[in-house]
T-cell receptor
Framework: SAVISQKPSRDICQRGTSLTIQCQVDSQVTMMFWYRQQPGQSLTLIATANQGSEATYESGFVIDKFPISRPNLTFSTLTVSNMSPEDSSIYLC?????????????FGPGTRLTVL | AQKVTQAQTEISVVEKEDVTLDCVYETRDTTYYLFWYKQPPSGELVFLIRRNSFDEQNEISGRYSWNFQKSTSSFNFTITASQVVDSAVYFCALKGDYKLSFGAGTTVTVRA
């Protein structure tokens, strides 16, 4: 499986500010995704990060609030904009498409965000 | 549309007991994949198993076993002789066309 790292691992932010989360994979992958896990809840897909084009957002998530970049096949960023306490969650990067592990999704360690 | 239901919210057992986690799914796709993930208190999501819709063979990996029954749309997970380190939230997930959908998760607490 790939080594997936996320930065920062956790942060405490003030409402109204923005935070950019980075996801780095140690090998090229075809698909990268961003998920949100609110406290005590399951995981919800925010968007699919497309290399070289705009991300594909799920219902309820918009680009203005969660802009995503994917400049190459190993790196992506998710920005949480104009944060409010309701954005306090774990944000997880996920990848798919690693050789024989096609159709298996692996997850990064997550970024724990607290918004005051 | 696809949906994953984990009816058990929490399960508490004493060490060495067996524990079975239920997972029922809904999908219109003829080809799909089922997964189990473990999320320990540290928060990372650990991949446990993937099963495709054409392979109904049950699988055993150490103390873990999985029972896939397409007729009842279920993919249950059993931990045999549970240990304290098995305490975690376990998620069942389904992937159809491209999207991975998660169940609500079952919190397993193993007491010494």
């Amino acid at each position: 499986s790939a080594v997936i790292s996320q930065k920062p691992s956790r942060d405490i932010c003030q409402r109204g500010t923005s935070l950019t989360i980075q996801c780095q994979v140690d090998s090229q992958v075809t698909m990268m995704f961003w998920y949100r896990q609110q406290p005590g809840q399951s995981l919800t897909l925010i968007a699919t990060a497309n290399q070289g084009s705009e991300a594909t957002y799920e219902s309820g998530f918009v680009i203005d609030k969660f802009p995503i970049s994917r400049p190459n096949l190993t790196f992506s960023t998710l920005t949480v904009s104009n944060m409010s306490p309701e954005d306090s969650s774990i944000y997880l990067c996920s990848v798919e498409g690693l050789g024989s592990s096609y159709n298996e999704q692996f997850f990064g360690p997550g970024t724990r965000l607290t918004v005051l | 549309a696809q949906k994953v239901t984990q009816a058990q919210t929490e399960i508490s057992v004493v060490e060495k007991e067996d524990v079975t986690l239920d997972c029922v799914y809904e999908t219109r796709d003829t080809t799909y994949y089922l997964f189990w993930y473990k999320q320990p208190p540290s928060g990372e999501l650990v991949f446990l198993i993937r099963r495709n819709s054409f392979d109904e063979q049950n699988e055993i990996s150490g103390r873990y076993s999985w029972n896939f029954q397409k007729s009842t749309s279920s993919f249950n997970f059993t931990i045999t002789a549970s240990q304290v380190v098995d305490s975690a939230v376990y998620f069942c997930a389904l992937k159809g066309d491209y999207k991975l959908s998660f169940g609500a998760g079952t919190t397993v607490t193993v007491r010494a």
